[in-house]
């Protein structure tokens, strides 16, 4: 079992950043896999980045690359997604997610999940 906690989360000016963390406890971090999704109000969850177990592969989504970036500290059990030139339309509740054997775009197949933060983005 997994528990997964998100911070960093706020409200920021249109152009600022921030760096979303996720703290992992209950099995060994570098055992599953770390995705970040996010879900605007009446939108469907969206992918925005994940990071294979030992670091090495990551894969970002379209709507926000070059933009963010995925990272994680197995020593820490941590995983962190850092957000830079921040847009109003990247405001939503962002969420981790973890997988011990998938390492993909899809929400329905990530086994473990955090609470969410939110971020919101003014103009």
């Known amino acids: 079992q997994v528990q997964l906690v998100e911070s960093g989360g706020g409200l920021v000016q249109a152009g600022d950043s921030l760096r979303l963390s996720c703290v992992a406890s209950?099995?060994?971090?570098?055992?599953?896999?770390i995705a970040w999704f996010r879900q605007a109000p009446g939108k469907e969850r969206e992918f925005v980045a994940v990071i294979s177990k030992g670091g090495a592969a990551t894969s970002i989504g379209q709507a926000v690359e070059g933009r963010f970036t995925i990272a994680r500290d197995n020593a820490k059990n941590a995983g962190y997604l850092q957000m830079n030139s921040l847009k109003p339309e990247d405001t939503a509740d962002y969420y981790c997610?973890?997988?011990?054997?998938?390492?993909?775009?899809?929400?329905?197949?990530?086994?473990?999940w955090g609470q969410g933060t939110q971020v919101t983005v003014s103009s």
């Open positions: 209950g099995r060994t971090s570098g055992s599953y896999h």
């Open positions: 997610a973890a997988d011990v054997n998938y390492l993909g775009r899809s929400p329905r197949e990530y086994t473990y």
